[in-house]
């Protein structure tokens, strides 16, 4: 972008300050550098703040601006670090979402790029030929001789530092800065060193006995060595040891030791560099989608697919071909998948495709490393992204292709701070970048399918697993019959694990619910045990022996006696997957199992190790919840037991028959990916409930024709938009009280849309299902209308009215755009 000399006014976002933008100055001599995108210091208040600028004009919007308007202070970037493409989608954001820009900025940008950087001053050469010329006296005052001194001696000084020096020194500064002997310049505190190369130590061969005897060091640098099986990294070593680099260096002379530095890609130390595979040769049917697609990758058009693939029919090996294609052109291509349990999953088959292309964006990264890839991706260096939710704002350069993969997963939608669904994000994206987006799902969602069927997607579709593997069959099995431990493996479930494990195959059991027990109830009085800060019972673990708030996080031990009654009468109640883990046990004592949820895999490298567990055959039964419903392809696996299909259908929510089928499905699709068929058992309490049928019969789109149907007749999305006012306060009074006056607000409003025959329905204000959630009082007022060009403008003014209207201010109201949760 040129610099237009015209340009006065920046528009800047600070995050953590003003919720929305201020408007600065740009002084002449910095209007070369300011343009949209980049990171200036302004100043704030009393203090100088970091903000990134949204926005250059000419004018301001409003002339009486200008008083008072102060001067942007320093630029700090020569390129911009968030690209035009993705201002403008975080300005779309900020007005869809109804969330201010910075904040929304704060969510697309790695913190580390947030962090402001220290100020140093640094001696010129010209500086430092002055302050060495022979004959030259020392200055009067203390602080200015300490100053010259200091800068003397090391050259560069963080101001911070100067602080201590005597009286003096900031004058003094000033004059050696006038004259140029000095010049400010801006660090960022180096984020934690990502670590590119790890030098391995090994041992060729053992020096001998007597010697080691003769050294208690060499004896113990030796131990450390052999434990680890003869090779291990330097550091390890030196976390262990002592005179580790005389020992290596030592030893390594003398020939027992060889020394390597291995590369290890940084991003993901648990993704060994791994041998290239070559594409597979595509079937038909995927080689039609490939085409297809193939042909708007040129097109400079927007351009939506859904990819409907049951599991199992090579979607992945279709994204690859895609992907091939992009990059050929010189683009690239961004991946986003729901899970982290999938991108680490899908990342070693990516690695070994695009090797050092490929960046992965997920949670599990350190901040360092996270900034280190922004700024690869922004350079790109690596110009294939495979990442979750927020890999929706990688910076890449020229971008030609967008996939989402598992489109219709509700881990797309953020529910918190900023909530965006990273789906409907990359559709923005695609559509502002004139770009084909690929939606990928063996169950696409209803808002997909619908927009299929009103012409607005094209539907691509995989209708067989490849090499005409059959899908899994699916049998119910009717727990109302089932008492005891059988309410967790039924005795249908117990016989088919036995055969499956005597034919040498794996299974997998599903359930949505970590921990032991769901709760723990007084058997005399009644109470069921809550968490302090929230109105929901506490789940009970075993491995830790406590109870645990899956909500805030609160913990605490199981109390002897129930706190109401004082009755020693407390009893657990309810089942999650650390018990189904258990009964397994008892069931099958020989076999060896491992657990994936949040609780056993809270580490991106334990994740990986246990799925290898799994895949390597050493574990021969799977227990998880949603983390392995969905993507995995462990070919060994010919039985799916679904412990409970009903915890989704319990959910109060017009979308909980869609989301059980999605699951139930999903989960399905584990089962019999090998060479031998699989089958699926699905236990319930609701047989006959039309969404585990729909499971049963694998006819996803006849569900689909129905529920839209539905849809239709109670105006619920995707025929209507939605949005949900959630209403929170520290006293369950005045949450009510705010709750209502908003719900007041919004009637006005709603009859002032009518007369201009904007219809808008108002629902509730009613307490949210979880009334209390982190010590505050929520309730929750929905709101619909027909079309997105009817709600947005009603949210708006809602919006400001509530801004004007005083509400106390421990009081938040927070707008959630379809909202997917209603909890
Ligand atoms: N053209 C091909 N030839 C042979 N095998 C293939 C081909 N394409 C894919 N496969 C294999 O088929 C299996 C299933 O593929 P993949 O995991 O991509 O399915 P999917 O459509 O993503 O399913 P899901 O929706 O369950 O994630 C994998 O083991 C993959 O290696
Ligand atoms: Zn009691
Ligand atoms: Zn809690």
Redesign the pocket.
């Known amino acids: 972008m040129k610099s237009d000399p015209a340009v006065s006014y920046a528009e800047v976002a600070i995050p953590n300050g003003p919720a929305e933008p201020l408007h600065y100055r740009i002084p002449t001599a910095l209007k070369p550098r300011v343009q949209s995108g980049v990171r200036v210091l302004v100043p704030l208040g009393r203090r100088e703040a970091l903000g990134i600028v949204v926005g250059v004009a000419r004018t301001l919007p409003d002339p009486a601006l200008e008083k008072g308007l102060r001067d942007v202070a320093v630029v700090l970037d020569q390129r911009p670090v968030l690209p035009a493409d993705l201002m403008k989608l975080c300005r779309w954001m900020a007005s869809y979402y109804l969330h201010p820009l910075p904040a929304v900025l704060e969510t697309a940008l790695p913190t580390g790029l947030l962090a402001k950087p220290v100020v140093r001053y640094r001696l010129t050469e010209e500086g430092a030929q002055g302050l060495g010329a022979p004959g030259r006296s020392a200055p009067r005052s203390a602080g200015a001789r300490a100053l010259e001194e200091a800068l003397k001696l090391s050259g560069a000084i963080p101001r911070k530092e100067l602080r201590a020096l005597p009286r003096g020194w900031k004058a003094h500064a000033q004059r050696l800065e006038e004259k140029g002997w000095i010049q400010r310049d801006y660090v960022w505190p180096a984020a934690q060193p990502s670590q590119r190369v790890v030098r391995m130590i090994h041992l060729v061969q053992e020096p001998p006995p007597e010697r080691v005897a003769r050294s208690p060091y060499l004896r113990s640098f030796l131990e450390v060595l052999l434990e680890a099986g003869g090779t291990c990294s330097l550091g390890h070593l030196r976390n262990r040891a002592a005179h580790v680099h005389y020992w290596v260096k030592k030893l390594q002379d003398e020939g027992f030791l060889r020394v390597e530095d291995r590369e290890v890609v940084q991003e993901s130390p648990f993704a060994q560099a791994m041998a290239p595979t070559a594409p597979m040769a595509l079937t038909p049917d995927q080689d039609q989608v490939v085409t297809r697609v193939g042909q708007t990758l040129t097109a400079g058009a927007f351009h939506p697919f859904v990819l409907f693939g049951v599991t199992g029919s090579g979607k992945t090996e279709v994204y690859l071909a895609l992907i091939e294609r992009v990059l050929a052109a010189g683009r690239t291509a961004l991946v986003l998948v729901p899970e982290i349990a999938l991108s680490t999953q899908l990342e070693a088959l990516f690695r070994s495709r695009f090797g050092r292309r490929l960046a992965v964006w997920h949670s599990g990264l350190s901040p360092g490393v996270r900034d280190d890839q922004w700024k690869k991706i922004v350079g790109g260096e690596s110009p294939v992204v495979l990442g979750v939710r927020s890999a929706v704002f990688s910076p890449l350069p020229n971008l030609g292709l967008i996939v989402v993969d598992e489109e219709h997963d509700g881990s797309y939608k953020q529910d918190d701070r900023l909530r965006y669904h990273a789906r409907d994000a990359a559709l923005m994206r695609a559509r502002l970048l004139d770009i084909p987006v690929l939606l990928g799902s063996a169950t696409p969602s209803l808002q997909s399918i619908h927009h299929w069927r009103q012409g607005r997607y094209e539907l691509l579709r995989l209708q067989k697993r490849v090499e005409d593997r059959p899908l899994p069959q699916v049998a119910v099995v009717d727990m109302r019959r089932h008492r005891g431990p059988f309410r967790i493996l039924s005795p249908e479930l117990q016989k088919a694990l036995g055969e499956t494990l005597e034919q040498g195959r794996q299974a997998i059991l599903f359930l949505n619910r970590r921990g032991f027990a769901t709760f723990f109830l007084?058997r005399?009085?009644?109470?069921v045990l809550q968490c302090p800060h929230c109105a929901v019972s506490v789940t009970y673990h075993q491995s830790s022996d406590r109870l645990q708030c899956h909500y805030c996080g609160w913990e605490a031990q199981v109390p002897g006696a129930?706190p109401?009654?004082q009755?020693h009468?407390l009893i657990p109640f309810g089942f999650g997957t650390e018990r189904v883990e258990e009964e397994c046990k008892k069931a099958f004592p020989d076999v060896e199992t491992v657990r994936i949820d949040r609780d056993a895999v809270s580490r991106p490298g334990q994740l990986v190790q246990s799925l290898n567990v799994f895949r390597s055959g050493k574990a021969r039964v799977l227990i998880g919840t949603q983390m392995v419903a969905k993507g995995h392809d462990f070919p060994d696996v010919t039985l799916v037991g679904v412990i409970n299909a009903d915890t989704a259908l319990q959910v109060a929510d017009f979308r909980s028959g869609e989301t059980t089928v999605q699951l139930l499905l999903q989960v399905a699709g584990r089962a019999g990916r090998g060479d031998a068929p699989g089958r699926v058992l699905v236990q319930t309490y609701n047989p006959r409930h039309h969404a585990i049928q729909a499971a049963v019969h694998m006819d996803y789109l006849q569900f689909c024709e129905a529920e839209l149907a539905s849809r239709q007749e109670l105006q619920y999305p995707p025929f209507t938009r939605m949005a949900r006012l959630l209403v929170t306060a520290p006293e369950s009074e005045a949450a009510g009280r705010a709750a209502r006056q908003c719900a007041q607000e919004a009637e006005q409003l709603k009859a002032a849309f009518e007369k201009n025959r904007r219809p808008i329905a108002l629902m509730g204000p009613a307490p949210a299902p979880i009334q209390k959630l982190k010590g505050r009082f929520r309730w929750n007022l929905y709101i619909k209308a027909w079309s997105h060009a009817h709600l947005q403008p009603f949210l708006e003014s809602l919006m400001d009215r509530l801004k004007a209207s005083k509400l106390p201010r421990t009081v938040h109201v927070v707008v959630d755009r379809d909202p997917l949760s209603s909890l």
């Open positions: 007084c005399t009085c009644g109470y129930c109401v009654c009755k009468a």
